[in-house]
C-alpha cells in the first residue's frame, strides 16, 4: 500500500496515509533516520529513491499546510493544466482559522473555502476550475492570456463571473473584475478605446476612429495609407454566425483594397510595442 501512494502521489506521502497503509509512528521515523524517507514538511515525506519534482514539490507543500489546505492561484493553474510551467512559490489557501507560520517556498493565504469552490484533482485538493482561473489571471505570469486561453478551451464566462462574487475582496479582486469586464460584452469598445490611447502615446497621427469604408465603419482607418484596424475583444468571443459575418465585412473591405489589420484585447494588453511596430509597418509602407 506504502508504494501504490508513493506511484499515485508523485513519491510523497503523509503520516496520516503512513499509517493507514499499516506503518507505526516509529517505523515512519526509522525510514526518514535511514534515509529511505525525506522529511519535507511536519508529517509529510518524499521517497528518497524517486526524483523530487515540481509535482511533488507543490504535493507537499499543500499536504505540509493539513488536510484543508487548497493549492490556489498559479499553483492551482499548473496543477489543472492551465499553465506550462510550474510557479516557484507555491501559493496554498488555508482556513482563516489555522495556526502555524509561513512555509519557505509557499504564499499562504488565509480563507475559508465553500466545498463549491475546491477540487480534488489527481488527489490534491486545490481550488475549482471557475476559481483558479479568475484569480491566476490576476497574478502576474497569468494575466489575460491564461484566461483568454481558459475561455477558448475549458470554461465559460458566468461561472467565472459567479467564483469572483463569491470572493469579493480578496487578494487580487480588482484585477480579476477587469480582466471579467474585458472578456464580457464590453470587450470591443474597452479594446477600440485601449488603441486609441496606445496611438496617442506612440505619437501616430493620420488615423480616424469609427471610418466609413464600403459601407462598413472600421475601428481605426489610416485613409491616406489605406490601411484598416479592427479591434477584437477576447478570442472566445465570436459565435459561427457572428464569424461569418466578420469575415464577410473584412473580404469586401479588402476588395476596395483596403489592408486590414486585426488586435485582439491580449495583444493590446500583453505585447503593446509590438502592436504599434506593426501598425507603423504597415502605413509606412
Avoid at 512559490?89 to 465553500?114: F, K
Avoid at 478551451?153 to 487578494?171: C, E, F, N, S
Wanted: include cysteine; aromatic fraction near 8%.
Amino acid at each position: 500500500m506504502v508504494d501504490d501512494y508513493f506511484r499515485r502521489h508523485d513519491g510523497v506521502i503523509t503520516l496520516a496515509q503512513a499509517q493507514a497503509a499499516g506503518l507505526s509512528h516509529a517505523a515512519v521515523q526509522r525510514r526518514v533516520t535511514s534515509g529511505r524517507w525525506v522529511r519535507r514538511a511536519r508529517g509529510v515525506y518524499s521517497v528518497n529513491d524517486q526524483p523530487f519534482t515540481d509535482a511533488a514539490r507543490i504535493r507537499a507543500a499543500v499536504w505540509g499546510y493539513g488536510p484543508e489546505a487548497a493549492g490556489s492561484g498559479l499553483t492551482a493553474a499548473w496543477w489543472h493544466g492551465l499553465t506550462k510551467f510550474a510557479p516557484e512559490m507555491v501559493e496554498i489557501t488555508v482556513p482563516r482559522n489555522s495556526n502555524g507560520r509561513q512555509h519557505a517556498g509557499c504564499v499562504p493565504r488565509r480563507r475559508d473555502l465553500p466545498s463549491r469552490d475546491v477540487s480534488e484533482v489527481k488527489g490534491l485538493r486545490v481550488t475549482s476550475l471557475a476559481l483558479t482561473v479568475v484569480e491566476a489571471a490576476a497574478r502576474k505570469g497569468g494575466g489575460p492570456r491564461l484566461l483568454d486561453t481558459a475561455l477558448q478551451t475549458t470554461v465559460d464566462l458566468p461561472p467565472l463571473w459567479q467564483a469572483h462574487l463569491r470572493h469579493k475582496g480578496r487578494y487580487g479582486s480588482p484585477r480579476a473584475r477587469r480582466l471579467l469586464q474585458a472578456a464580457d460584452h464590453g470587450a470591443r469598445s474597452a479594446a477600440e478605446r485601449l488603441l486609441l490611447k496606445l496611438l496617442r502615446a506612440a505619437g501616430i497621427t493620420g488615423w480616424r476612429a469609427n471610418y466609413p469604408v464600403g459601407g462598413y465603419r472600421v475601428d481605426v482607418a489610416f485613409p491616406a495609407a489605406n490601411v484598416a484596424i479592427e479591434v477584437d475583444g477576447f478570442a472566445f468571443h465570436s459565435g459561427a454566425a457572428e464569424f461569418q459575418i466578420d469575415r464577410t465585412r473584412q473580404n469586401d473591405i479588402v476588395l476596395l483594397n483596403w489592408q486590414i489589420l486585426r488586435f485582439t484585447w491580449l495583444d493590446l494588453t500583453e505585447y503593446p510595442e509590438r502592436v504599434i511596430a506593426v501598425i507603423r509597418s504597415a502605413i509606412s509602407a
